[in-house]
Structure formats: structure tokens, C-alpha cells
């Protein structure tokens, strides 16, 4: 089933640590986003991809990465995790460059100590 | 730089009312417009996508209707049920353009 999946579901961190936030597909999109969400408060973009090897930044600015090395995976890094990183993350996917329909994964659930 | 609001904030209606959720954004050269469903702590579920040459779009008890000119669109929910209740977004785009999102509308149907 075409599906857009997010893991982990949940996580809590110390201050410090190296997280990956993992985002696949299987919708065959070349579009993928990030957007973070704190409680009750609105989603921010802060990475897309085009396709295979494009990467860029959102409206809202992040220290986490992202990569694009495959069409269906789309994996988004904090190199050192901190408090204020703490909020939910979602990923999304949508056909082409011209604005389809968007599909959403569950979101990350990061609670960082 | 397109901005999307949407009145009200929050809504709390009885079982059974009809009810109307409002978007409204200030560049009506508008590609698409997407109206989407979040339940507290998860992701974003699909409702409708509008394209800019079509009015209205339906889907069992959900219509959304699209007015580009006056830079409005209207998500009806009819005869409302307690399993609506949740935070609905629209957001929209310009051709080429990233999806830009709405606060949302904290909906709750008492039973």
C-alpha cells in the first residue's frame, strides 16, 4: 500500500546526542518536505527536496540537515540535540513541482532533556 | 508573500449542526488549495485539494467550495459528528511555489 512512513514515532534525548529523524514513501514522489510543529502552534517548513540530490531551506530556519540520496528517503539530522529542539516533526510527500496534492506522514514526536 | 488566515480559531458545536470552517489568503493567483484534518499529536490527513480552475469539491459529508477572485474558501462539514472534532488547515500555493499553511480551526462536536 502507498504509504508515507515516520520513525521513530517517539523519542527523548539528552542534550547532546546525534539524532536521525527517518521519512520513506512509497508513493514514488519526487517532492518531500519537513515541517516543525510545536503544541497547538502552526507548521513551519524548514526543508524540501525536489528530487535525488536537491535539498533546500525552508521559511523557518533550522540547525537539523536533510538528504536526499535516494527518491524515497528523506531523513532529517540534528549533529547535537538541545532543549529548543523539542517539538513535533512532520514530513510530507507530493507528486511533481507544481503544487499536487500533499500526503503526510504521522510526525516525531522529540522531546530533548 | 502569500498569507493564509482562517476564522474562527476554535469552534464548539452540539451533535448534528451543519457548520462552516473559512480560509482566506491575499494572492489569489493560486494554484492549489488543500483542506487537511490533524487530530492532537499526529500527522496531517488529506481532505481535499481544489485546483484553481475548479469551484467546489466533495467527499461524503465535506464539501469545499473555491472563490479565487475575493481569495476565500469555505470547508462545510455537514451534520456534524463527535468523531470530527479535531484542528482543520487549509493551505495553498502558488504554481511553483511551496504550500503555505493556515493556524487552523480547533473544531469540537459535543455529543
Known amino acids: 500500500e502507498a504509504d508515507i512512513y515516520q520513525t521513530p514515532r517517539y523519542l527523548v534525548i539528552g542534550t547532546g546526542k546525534k539524532i536521525t529523524l527517518e521519512c520513506s514513501q512509497t508513493?514514488?514522489?519526487?517532492?518531500m518536505y519537513w515541517y516543525q510543529q510545536d503544541p497547538g502552534m502552526e507548521l513551519h517548513l524548514i526543508h524540501y527536496s525536489y528530487g535525488v540530490n536537491s535539498t533546500e531551506k525552508g521559511d523557518l530556519s533550522s540547525e537539523s540537515t536533510v538528504s536526499r540520496i535516494r527518491t524515497e528517503h528523506f531523513p532529517l539530522t540534528l549533529e547535537s540535540a538541545r532543549p529548543s529542539h523539542t517539538s513535533q516533526y512532520l514530513c510530507?510527500?507530493?507528486?511533481?513541482?507544481?503544487?499536487?496534492?500533499?500526503?503526510f506522514g504521522p510526525g516525531t514526536r522529540l522531546t530533548v532533556l | 508573500k502569500q498569507e493564509v488566515t482562517q476564522i474562527p480559531a476554535a469552534l464548539s458545536v452540539p451533535e448534528g449542526e451543519n457548520l462552516v470552517l473559512n480560509c482566506s489568503f491575499t494572492d489569489s493567483a493560486i494554484y492549489n488549495l488543500q483542506w487537511f484534518r490533524q487530530d492532537p499529536g499526529k500527522g496531517l490527513t488529506s481532505l481535499l485539494l481544489i485546483q484553481s480552475s475548479q469551484r467546489e469539491q466533495t467527499s461524503g459529508r465535506l464539501n469545499a467550495s473555491l472563490d479565487k477572485s475575493s481569495g476565500r474558501s469555505t470547508l462545510y462539514i455537514a451534520a456534524s459528528q463527535p468523531g470530527d472534532s479535531a484542528t482543520y488547515l487549509c493551505a495553498v500555493n502558488n504554481y511553483g511555489q511551496n504550500f503555505v499553511f493556515g493556524p487552523g480551526t480547533r473544531l469540537s462536536v459535543l455529543p
Open positions: 510530507a510527500s507530493s507528486e511533481g513541482s507544481g503544487g499536487n496534492e500533499q500526503f
Open positions: 508513493m514514488g514522489h519526487d517532492k
